[in-house]
């Protein structure tokens, strides 16, 4: 089993950036692939970003191309996902998520979940 914990997140006003950590215990995360998740109020859970666990593989949704990024330092345990320009839009915890499949963009393909954290965007 991995532990995620996540951290980073906060309050920002529109076109600011942030960036959130995923910090990773009880195994490496160095064969998995990793993925961010978020979930705004009264919405369901829908994906970000993901990365494979080689780093040579990425898939991001569109609202974000171009905005985020994500990325992984697997001596260090940590996933990243830096996000420039926020929008109010953006607003919405997120979660850091693990897979040992490809680096897929459903919630199914994943079975190692953080806890999550708030980012708040305001306008």
């Known amino acids: 089993q991995v532990q995620l914990v996540e951290s980073g997140g906060g309050l920002v006003q529109a076109g600011g950036s942030l960036r959130l950590s995923c910090i990773a215990s009880g195994r490496t995360i160095s064969t998995y692939s990793m993925g961010w998740f978020r979930q705004a109020p009264g919405k369901e859970r829908e994906f970000v970003a993901a990365?494979?666990?080689?780093?040579?593989?990425?898939n991001y949704t569109d609202s974000v191309k171009g905005r985020f990024a994500i990325s992984r330092d697997n001596a260090k345990n940590t996933v990243y996902l830096q996000m420039n320009s926020l929008k109010p839009e953006d607003t919405a915890v997120y979660y850091c998520?693990?897979?040992?499949?490809?680096?897929?963009?459903?919630?199914?393909?994943?079975?190692?979940w953080g806890q999550g954290t708030q980012v708040t965007v305001s306008s």
């Open positions: 990365m494979s666990w080689s780093g040579s593989r990425t």
């Open positions: 998520a693990g897979s040992r499949r490809l680096p897929g963009t459903s919630l199914h393909d994943y079975d190692q």
